[in-house]
């Protein structure tokens, strides 16, 4: 029913209160923790709960994303590093992304992007908006990641950034509106973030276009 719908729309079928957790343990501490929990969830459609599960969580800090672009230009930059997550990617473990990080002890995401845009581009961000925050993987990390857009000047030409001491090797990429097309259709681009960010950039053109 419509009532049903919007109750959804507002929040989950079930809150915090519907697991019961049995054990938790750690199984791995570094800069990622690892951890075996045991517990019991509510079923939908039945009046009790699940068998006994056993589930590793990964545990990481909250990240911030931001895409930077600049309307008078009509560009927008993206960067490019190394990522052993996509290490046995069939084409390159170099990935084009947003400019990103981890949020540092209870610093804010918009304290965070600040320092990172300066840090991983050479960018002072303006018009900075939040869009969304979501789990990149809820099937198994507990990382909540808050997506923004900023407006920036951008270089003429890219440069590379990043932190030596902290193994970081950036290389920022400025590209012209014309090319968002290619970049959303080529298959080069393989992380969430930058395709939701480029995806929210592709629409915002649009409305210009049609303001104009």
Same mark, same amino acid.
């Given at each position: 029913?419509?009532?049903?719908?919007?109750?959804?729309?507002? $929040?989950?079928?079930?809150?915090?209160? !519907?697991?019961?957790?049995?054990? &938790?343990?750690?199984?791995?501490?570094?800069?990622?923790?690892?951890?075996?929990?045991?517990? &019991?969830?509510?079923?939908?459609?039945?009046?009790?709960?699940?068998?006994?599960? $056993?589930?590793? @969580?990964?545990?990481?800090?909250?990240?911030?994303?931001?895409?930077?672009?600049?309307?008078?230009?009509?560009?927008?930059?993206?960067?490019?590093?190394? &990522?052993?997550?996509?290490?046995?990617?069939?084409?390159?473990? +170099?990935?084009?992304?947003?400019?990103?990080?981890? %949020?540092?002890?209870?610093?804010?995401?918009?304290?965070?992007?600040? &320092?990172?845009?300066?840090?991983?581009? #050479?960018? $002072?961000?303006?018009?900075?908006?939040? @869009?969304? =925050?979501?789990?990149? =993987? !809820?099937?198994?990390?507990?990382?909540?990641?808050?997506?923004?857009?900023? $407006?920036?000047?951008?270089?003429?030409?890219?440069?590379?950034?990043?932190?030596?001491?902290? #193994?970081?090797?950036?290389?920022?990429?400025?590209?012209?509106?014309?090319?968002?097309?290619? %970049?959303?259709?080529?298959?080069?681009?393989?992380?969430?973030?930058?395709?939701?960010?480029?995806? +929210?950039?592709?629409?915002?053109?649009?409305?210009?276009?049609?303001?104009?």
């Amino acid at each position: 029913s419509l009532t049903v719908l919007m109750t959804i729309i507002k $929040q989950a079928t079930y809150l915090k209160d !519907a697991v019961v957790i049995e054990k &938790r343990e750690d199984a791995f501490r570094g800069f990622i923790q690892v951890e075996k929990v045991s517990l &019991r969830h509510r079923l939908f459609g039945q009046d009790h709960y699940s068998k006994t599960l $056993q589930r590793e @969580l990964v545990h990481r800090p909250e990240a911030a994303g931001v895409l930077i672009y600049n309307d008078q230009q009509q560009q927008f930059a993206l960067i490019e590093q190394f &990522r052993i997550g996509a290490l046995d990617d069939a084409d390159s473990p +170099w990935q084009l992304e947003i400019i990103a990080g981890v %949020l540092d002890g209870d610093e804010t995401p918009e304290t965070c992007l600040y &320092r990172e845009a300066l840090e991983e581009a #050479g960018c $002072q961000l303006f018009d900075l908006q939040p @869009l969304f =925050s979501f789990y990149p =993987s !809820a099937g198994a990390c507990s990382e909540l990641f808050h997506l923004y857009v900023a $407006q920036a000047h951008l270089p003429a030409h890219g440069s590379i950034f990043g932190m030596a001491d902290e #193994g970081e090797n950036i290389q920022l990429h400025v590209f012209d509106y014309q090319d968002l097309t290619a %970049l959303l259709t080529t298959g080069r681009l393989k992380n969430a973030p930058v395709i939701m960010a480029l995806q +929210w950039l592709q629409q915002h053109i649009k409305t210009l276009s049609d303001v104009k």
